[in-house]
């Protein structure tokens, strides 16, 4: 049974920094690209970032580039979305997902598995 469990949401301050973290079981992690997505109320899910299968290549969506980092370690099937910087409109759902391919991409129907997400909340 595939299983992505996220964790290290929160509340922190406008300005704070919070580490995700997303453990993966039950599939072959290290031959998978990884994505980061959230979902505020009444919005859309909205893609964050993600991961190719080596950790070579990355990419970040507009609205947090600069402030947000993915990295994976494929020895604890584990990958980690770093946040800084954080503003309240970074408020979401945050959920991690796994491809069946190697390669990244924005799209969430592209992806087969996801978590159950994490809460993160920012304040003012």
């Known amino acids: 049974q595939v299983q992505l469990v996220e964790s290290g949401g929160g509340l922190v301050q406008a300005g704070g920094s919070l580490r995700l973290s997303c453990a993966a079981s039950?599939?072959?992690?290290?031959?998978?690209?990884m994505g980061w997505f959230r979902q505020a109320p009444g919005k859309e899910r909205e893609f964050v970032g993600g991961?190719?299968?080596?950790?070579?290549?990355?990419y970040n969506a507009d609205s947090v580039k600069g402030r947000f980092t993915i990295s994976r370690d494929n020895a604890k099937n584990t990958v980690y979305l770093q946040m800084n910087s954080l503003k309240p409109e970074d408020t979401a759902v945050y959920y991690c997902?796994?491809?069946?391919?190697?390669?990244?991409?924005?799209?969430?129907?592209?992806?087969?598995?996801w978590g159950q997400g994490t809460q993160v909340t920012v304040s003012s």
């Open positions: 039950g599939l072959t992690f290290s031959g998978r690209a």
């Open positions: 991961i190719s299968w080596s950790g070579s290549t990355t």
């Open positions: 997902a796994a491809r069946e391919l190697g390669y990244i991409t924005a799209q969430p129907l592209s992806y087969a598995y």
